[in-house]
């Protein structure tokens, strides 16, 4: 069973956050499949013992696609509004004969490798930075949120408390200057002090009064004078803030005033006041800026955030955070972003980052890691064994792979990166019991410690249907001449086909059959391919068949192909992907304690992939989608549910939903919420009814089974013999109401049966 935390869907509706995408759990533990010494040798030959040959992929677009077409470099630095060449799908130089991209096909195969074989989410080198995955302090700013832990936090390190509800706003660590450069090296010239602080606030009115212009997000360029002012309380509710305000600001020198730079914040609906900063005061010695911290502040000063933002450059006046004889961080504004102690990659458990032993995905793809290939079978670089030929196109309905109207081209919504920042969703969030306000006070953030959470696991997007265009977001205007944010594509449309391969060399049985069931997914999944997921675009259907080559009989002569035959090799296909199958539940069966399962796709995490992936049942669109800022959706901090949650499910990796089965329970072959045929206990099907007997009651435990049904796992004893383990399988609708009890999963009952006809049940315990 897994050591760390497993994340909880809240049970109520208006405590759940929509997304368009969802996440695989982590692993339980590794899969380190045995391999030679030295992977990395051997590649001059080909082994008799393995697998050589092909795969031909057959793919069809589900929806609209896209990849960005590889352009010509004199339209580098050219606007992708008014480059034609950077709008097109990519292409082999005729822009009507679309391509789909091996090393993009390479990338979505891998990763679902990665999942399928309990592959690492990272590494850790010998410096202990992570490899693939974000190990960088994220930034936040939660100033206006102190219901949130992390809202605690920032006004722990920006306020000081003097007494019960009255607080220094901001505390003493946070002061002004100015940015400074001296080579590589940026600094901040501290701002001069009056009255014990660097800055102080004045009034909406007062500025307006003495004439001067301000607008948001800015500094005015010439210099304004003040009145000083010490820090003084402020009543307010529900606590009373001390500051410095003045009453007094000209754009003229005066008697008693001071020269200072008047910053302006952004909008907001409760702001009264802009803020002053004194002159750069050239008797104190400027303070370095430590590399990483300015590091961190450009990469979180470019971000596209859709609204105006101030980007502090030299000259101009700052605000610090100054921590520990250093600074901390820095930002344009007073109340500024901040970075978090820890990085997602902090939220990973050791024991599934090992760095002895390389991983399935890793052997079969490469792998780049830290040291010497003399150092170990993992260690250093070494090529893979799988290799993916661009898929050509091969037809589309009317001949036609792009829409007629604009040439094929649109510009979808904009979507921006991830945000990790979104913790509620990122991260495992374990209680989620209470009300709105109190789930919000429970979440865990970058600022808890990692034996409270760990990441989510592996991010993939919902299939979302083909809709109308327009609910893409795929707009047919161009974007305006001032739009820096949005983009123009030509999307291949649904139904064009396409014709790829995969070649591969010495690979196991094993090896063969992972990359098998990554391509070959079972019945209603598809592959997510391409651009624009959120939106919709790049679900595909791809299509494997199978090509192996006997090297014996291949370099016996010039005329030899080696080719084996159609159903041989069929047959090496299903036996290769059984054994990997059966190698993995066994992995995962050794893994955790209870409950064991019986079929590769019953693994808990792997139904997880299965949902994500299923195109014939997936959530409506409304439940896959972006939430809104205006209105507020974020306000509350909901917290995304699993998978299984969001298509209506009980969560088949919350192990205390399941219960464990008795030694002697008879098996089945159930159909899967997916359509995935797999061996499961117990059956699905109720037992036949026998002839009437007298009313027994017997033992028995609650058990979700299948979606929209409950199971009643009976198993009890009646004159001195074992009654034969049955299912009795009820709608939702109706179990609930069986003799107005209300029941929780996994929890025992009591049930009398006449006959094998269910006539009450009852919890055990009452």
Known sequence: MTKWPQH?????????????YNFVPLPEALFLPKLEAKPFEGHSWLDQSRFHGWLELDITTETATYTRAAY???????????????????????????????????????SLVEILSYSRITRRGPDEKAT????????????????????KQYQKRFLRERQSKQFDYPGPNVLAGYIERSGQVVYIRPAEQHHGVTFVRVDFSLVRAAGIFAKDNQVVEDPVFVQPASAALHETRPVSLYYAKTNTISKQPGQGLVRGRLVCSGPMGTKKMHTVVYAPDNKQQPIPIPREVWAAFEEDRELQRGIPYRKVTVGQPCFYLYEGGRIAFLGPNLFFRIPYPRSPADFVPDEIVRREGLDLAEAMFGSVNPGDRKDGADAGAHRGRVFFDDAVFTSAPDGKPYWDDHVGRRTPAILSTPKPTSYQHYLVQSDVSGDVRTQKAKLKTYYSSRNETVIRGHKLYWHRGEPPQNEYGLDK???GENDTQRTVIRPVRRGV???????????????????????????????????????????????????????????????ETGLLGAKESAAQAEEAKNLFQKEIEDHYNGTVESPKVRGFWSIPRLDALCTLLNWEERPDARETRYMTIEPNEYKHRPVLPTPAAVMGRPDPFVQSFIPKLPENAHTGSVTSPHGVRADRAPAAEPAPKPAEAPRRAVGGRIAFFRQGQVGILVDGETSSRKVKLDLTVFPLTEWKKIDGNQFRQGRPVTIELSGSTMIRVVPKDR
Not at 8 to 20: E, G, L, M, T, V
Not at 505 to 515: D, M, R, S, V, Y
């Open 72 to 110: 010509p470099p004199d339209q580098e630095n050219i606007d992708v509004k008014k480059s034609a060449p950077r709008q097109e799908h990519y292409h082999h130089g005729d822009p009507s004969q679309p391509v789909l991209p091996g090393s993009s096909l390479r990338g979505m195969i891998r």
């Open 8 to 20: 909880q869907s809240p049970a109520d509706s208006r405590q759940r956050a929509k997304a368009p």
């Open 477 to 479: 205007r161009e974007p």
């Open 132 to 151: 693939r995955l974000l190990d960088k302090k994220l930034v936040h700013r939660f100033v206006a949120d102190p219901q949130t832990p992390a809202g």
């Open 497 to 559: 086909t396409f014709k790829g391969k995969v070649r591969f060399e010495n690979l196991t049985k094993l090896e063969l059959g992972a990359l098998l069931t990554a391509l070959d997914l079972p019945e209603g999944l598809r592959h997510r391919f391409g651009m624009g997921k959120p939106l919709g675009m790049g679900s595909i259907h791809v299509r494997p068949t199978l090509h192996l080559v006997n090297p014996t009989q291949r370099y016996r002569s010039l005329s």
